[in-house]
């Protein structure tokens, strides 16, 4: 690593479609200095379910280093071609014979960060245990590197919150909830080493239900039948991140900032939200 005491790295939450990205580039654009490690978790990031690889690209020349993802990460079959080549995990305790990694030792501006993607079990479906082999592997990282971030893609904030603890105890520097695009309100660090959110939110239509189109989500909710989604419209957007700081030997998180911004679609600052 280099001299630097500390790194900024920051998590977006999940992209949803062309307004997620507009959002995430529009901010990326608007800093005057670019974190060390920009990560996000890019499972809705085409047409708002899965991720082709014109919009990988797209977003890793727009500053983002990292993607995570979750449980939609095969809803576009084109991921299948890339995602052993690519910046990009799928959760690490889907089956193990699936394709790509959930967990990898990345270099980015002269730092080693262990990143680690995990998807939760309750309300979510039929998934390994996400509690099983996790020790091993932080381990197995913090053999290499002091600096673990952990993506936990999860519904129900008590799993969150129940693994934080435990990623926490074992010398995880940062953690986030993703998957059910809301940002909490309890950043905090805990046990005096790892910065922790339980859901960073999502990037996206501001006048959406969690990123898509109201009418299909009332439609859906109220019939109980079949109806199509589409992503939000794109005239105000939200951006949903946080920002955790870093020491670079020790691992130790000593700042985590919430961020909660809204733009019109031009990239201008429309009511921005104070800067937690």
Same mark, same amino acid.
Request: aromatic share 10%.
């Given at each position: 690593?280099?001299?630097?005491?500390?790194?900024?790295?920051?998590?977006?939450?999940?992209?949803?479609?062309?307004?997620?990205?507009?959002?995430?580039?529009?901010?990326?654009?608007?800093?005057?200095?670019?974190?060390?490690?920009?990560?996000?978790n890019?499972?809705?990031?085409?047409?708002g379910?899965?991720?082709i690889?014109?919009?990988?690209?797209?977003?890793?020349?727009?500053?983002v280093?990292?993607? /995570?993802?979750?449980?939609?990460?095969?809803d576009?079959?084109?991921?299948?071609?890339?995602?052993?080549?690519v910046?990009?995990?799928?959760?690490? $305790?889907f089956?193990?014979?699936?394709p790509?990694?959930?967990?990898?030792?990345?270099? %980015?501006?002269?730092?080693?960060?262990?990143?680690?993607?995990?998807? @939760?079990?309750?309300?979510? @479906?039929?998934? $390994? !245990?996400?509690?099983?082999?996790?020790?091993?592997?932080?381990?197995?990282?913090?053999?290499? /590197?002091?600096?673990?971030?952990?993506?936990?893609?999860?519904?129900?904030?008590?799993?969150?919150?129940?693994m934080?603890?435990?990623?926490?105890?074992?010398?995880? !520097?940062?953690?986030?909830? +993703?998957?059910?695009?809301v940002?909490t309100?309890?950043?905090?660090?805990l046990? $005096?080493?790892?910065?922790?959110? /339980?859901?960073t939110?999502?990037?996206?239509?501001?006048?959406?239900?969690?990123?898509?189109?109201?009418?299909?989500?009332?439609?859906?909710?109220?019939?109980?039948?079949?109806?199509?989604?589409? %992503?939000?419209?794109?005239?105000?957007?939200? %951006? $949903?991140?946080?920002?955790? +700081?870093?020491?670079?030997? +020790?691992?130790?998180?000593?700042?985590?900032?919430?961020?909660?911004? %809204?733009f019109?679609?031009?990239?201008?600052?429309?009511?921005?939200?104070? +800067?937690?």
């Amino acid at each position: 690593m280099d001299s630097k005491t500390h790194i900024e790295l920051l998590f977006f939450g999940d992209l949803v479609g062309k307004p997620g990205r507009t959002a995430v580039k529009a901010y990326l654009d608007s800093l005057s200095e670019r974190p060390d490690v920009v990560i996000a978790n890019g499972e809705n990031i085409s047409h708002g379910f899965g991720m082709i690889r014109k919009h990988y690209d797209e977003m890793r020349e727009a500053g983002v280093d990292i993607f /995570t993802s979750g449980n939609h990460i095969w809803d576009q079959k084109e991921v299948f071609n890339f995602i052993d080549e690519v910046n990009l995990l799928r959760p690490y $305790n889907f089956p193990a014979a699936s394709p790509g990694r959930g967990a990898r030792i990345f270099e %980015v501006a002269g730092c080693e960060v262990g990143v680690i993607n995990l998807i @939760g079990q309750v309300f979510m @479906g039929n998934y $390994n !245990s996400p509690w099983e082999q996790f020790e091993e592997l932080v381990y197995d990282m913090l053999a290499v /590197t002091p600096i673990i971030f952990l993506d936990f893609h999860a519904e129900a904030t008590a799993e969150k919150i129940a693994m934080a603890w435990h990623a926490s105890s074992l010398g995880v !520097s940062a953690m986030t909830g +993703t998957h059910t695009h809301v940002q909490t309100a309890d950043s905090k660090i805990l046990n $005096n080493r790892m910065g922790y959110i /339980t859901d960073t939110g999502f990037n996206g239509s501001y006048n959406s239900v969690i990123g898509m189109e109201a009418s299909g989500s009332l439609q859906r909710l109220k019939s109980h039948l079949p109806t199509r989604l589409d %992503v939000g419209p794109d005239d105000i957007l939200q %951006v $949903n991140a946080v920002k955790f +700081t870093i020491e670079v030997k +020790t691992g130790v998180c000593r700042k985590v900032e919430r961020i909660n911004e %809204v733009f019109s679609h031009n990239g201008e600052p429309l009511q921005p939200f104070a +800067t937690r």
